[in-house]
């Protein structure tokens, strides 16, 4: 009787822990992760709103490092938007827009929302890194 009690107060004791564990490292990736809705939802409504390049620009140093900024500017061949792999913006991305972590690659994280006009999902991968007490979009994988 008395291991059977010890047998589940140890269970009890491993199963709190283990959620406080993933608690944990999930608040971590989670400022990340809405640090990264935040500038898609400036930024699309941003351009949406006919911001001028000098405000959309404000934006983009808020929430990106000025490797990927000096990087996409010194890019004479781009021929659409780095941030969302198009030309132009649509208000209706922003309901379909999905962030999440990627399971293979440290502080990647995958943006997808889907395309209006051509119903497919469209997906950038972003490095995040931390800095100071902010995260920063780094660098944009898949561009």
Known sequence: MKSQFLASCFAIILAF???YCQGQSKAANDSAAIMLK???TSYITG?????SEKELNL???????PKILNRIAKDEELDS??????QDTNMDWLRTLVISKDPQKANVYIVSYL???SQKRTIIKLLVV???QAYK???????
């Open 17 to 19: 822990s283990g959620s």
């Open 38 to 40: 935040q500038f898609y």
């Open 47 to 51: 351009s949406e709103e006919s911001l």
């Open 59 to 65: 934006i983009r140093k808020q929430y990106c490092t």
């Open 81 to 86: 938007d780095p941030f969302v792999n198009a």
């Open 115 to 117: 395309d209006t006009y």
């Open 130 to 132: 931390k800095k100071g």
């Open 137 to 143: 979009i780094d660098d944009i994988l898949t561009y």
